[in-house]
């Protein structure tokens, strides 16, 4: 009896210590888009090829890492992961954002022209709930979206295809940077909140005739829940690791555009912040020090490059409705 207890003590120890070693061996978080997968092939000459497939490599990237899409897994070890997951999401919505302007902007002339149905499509796969595991499952959506995004390719690879387009403007790049705009500002301030901030109620700013449905407090102590701390910081590190991958490729098919507003260095400028975000983690463990204590805080590092980088994004989108 005694042996038998000993047994089986051994090998759920044995079985823990496995599903953590899984864990952290699918917690490595893929590479960066390399530039030669932008420009593969005589299609790359196509404005709008880098783009659209940075879109499908970062899709691919998350769906075919070590350990595959864990966000939707309901079996261990992958169920008592978080940063994983919350990696996924933060990329996710990225690319959801992406997609969107493909579809809304990119792909159109003007506000009466149509929607091309391959990017609708995709847009709206991509919109599947990212935890859904049952039919459909979040990963057959994201593979179908790759699907038809590679048509979507395709079609603007075609000379004789002059239906489907990829149009390089100004106004066009400068609506994409507005939605990364919001998104970096909501990153920085839900990092600083690792520490908690008395924050003062600036919604109606500005404009002494705007009001509100429901009135707020003057100020607000804002603070983010111990356990959520690491979930937001590796949230921002799989949503700044898209948002690289995707600048890259705008640097591709706006070269000209940004040429004429002289805008490449603040391009570059958002490049090298965000690199800057995707740095190895040597703690293991995200720490929460106090601000000028004496253990770090990686959110707040992390929030100062993502502030940087918003920073260079509103001097870009500045350049951009100039004449």
Not at 6 to 24: D, N, Q
Not at 62 to 68: A, H, I, Q, V
Not at 203 to 214: I, K, M, N, V
Not at 237 to 257: Q, Y
Request: proline share 2%; net charge neutral; hydrophobic share 45%.
């Amino acid at each position: 009896m005694n042996m038998t207890w000993k047994k089986w003590t051994g090998i759920a120890v044995l079985i823990i210590f496995m599903g953590y070693f899984i864990s952290v061996w699918w917690s490595v978080t893929p590479e960066v888009i390399l530039p030669q997968q932008l420009t593969a092939g005589q299609e790359s000459r196509v404005v709008g090829y880098a783009t659209t497939t940075s879109l499908i490599v970062t899709m691919e990237a998350l769906l075919n890492k070590r350990g595959g899409w864990l966000s939707n897994d309901v079996t261990p070890p992958s169920i008592f992961m978080d940063n994983m997951p919350a990696f996924e999401f933060g990329a996710l919505e990225q690319a959801r954002d992406l997609a969107l302007i493909m579809r809304k902007e990119f792909s159109r002339s003007q506000s009466q022209s149509m929607a091309d149905k391959d990017l609708l499509a995709a847009h709206s796969k991509l919109n599947i709930e990212h935890t859904s595991w049952l039919v459909p499952s979040a990963e057959g959506e994201y593979k179908d979206a790759i699907k038809l995004l590679k048509l979507y390719r395709a079609k603007i690879s075609d000379t004789n295809n002059q239906d489907a387009q990829f149009y390089a403007r100004a106004d066009n790049l400068y609506e994409w940077l507005k939605e990364v705009q919001k998104r970096l500002g909501s990153m920085s301030q839900r990092l600083s909140a690792s520490v908690g901030q008395d924050r003062l109620n600036t919604d109606l700013a500005g404009d002494s005739e705007a009001s509100q449905s429901t009135p707020k407090q003057a100020s607000q102590q804002i603070k983010t829940s111990w356990w959520k701390i690491d979930d937001v910081f590796y949230e921002t590190r799989g949503a700044t690791w898209a948002l690289l991958n995707f600048m890259k490729a705008i640097e591709v098919d706006f070269a000209d555009v940004l040429r004429k507003k002289n805008a490449e260095v603040s391009l570059q400028q958002i490049i090298r912040e965000l690199e800057e975000t995707q740095g190895s983690v040597w703690s293991p463990m995200i720490l929460n020090g106090s601000g000028f204590g004496v253990v770090a805080n990686h959110s707040l590092v992390m929030a100062n490059y993502i502030s940087r980088a918003n920073a260079a994004v509103i001097d870009l989108t500045n350049l951009l409705i100039k004449g």
